[in-house]
Nanobody, 124 residues
Framework: QVRLVESGGGLVQAGDSLRLSCATS????????LGWFRQAPGKEREFVAA????????AYADFVRGRFTISKDIKRDTMYLQMNSLKTEDTAVYYC?????????????????WGQGTQVTVSS
């Protein structure tokens, strides 16, 4: 079974950037898509961005479009989330998740494998 390990979170100031990484274990041939989700204190977990593992389909939540970019390095079995122009409201635990079938890549309920999460804190 594929395992997911997130890294790259931290404490930054508003306007700064961070890059999150999601390293996958073998066998990646079972992956259809990887997604990034986040959960702020007292709020439900929400979709941030996703991409198919093979192919170029991507999707973004409206509140990160233009600021966040999802990318992948298949040779390294890793997916990234580049976060620019961070805002205080981006503070949350960010989770990487995987799904084995398509075609949709945004519904959170369709992701069945989750990483442990990485904390992102943006101060004003």
């Amino acid at each position: 079974q594929v395992r997911l390990v997130e890294s790259g979170g931290g404490l930054v100031q508003a306007g700064d950037s961070l890059r999150l990484s999601c390293a996958t274990s073998e066998p990646t041939f079972s992956l259809y898509a990887l997604g990034w989700f986040r959960q702020a204190p007292g709020k439900e977990r929400e979709f941030v961005a996703a991409a198919t593992w093979i192919g170029g389909e991507t999707a973004y939540a409206d509140f990160v479009r233009g600021r966040f970019t999802i990318s992948k390095d298949i040779k390294r079995d890793t997916m990234y989330l580049q976060m620019n122009s961070l805002k205080t409201e981006d503070t949350a635990v960010y989770y990487c998740a995987a799904k084995g079938t398509g075609p949709e890549i945004t519904p959170i309920e369709q992701y069945d494998l989750w990483g442990q999460g990485t904390q992102v804190t943006v101060s004003s």
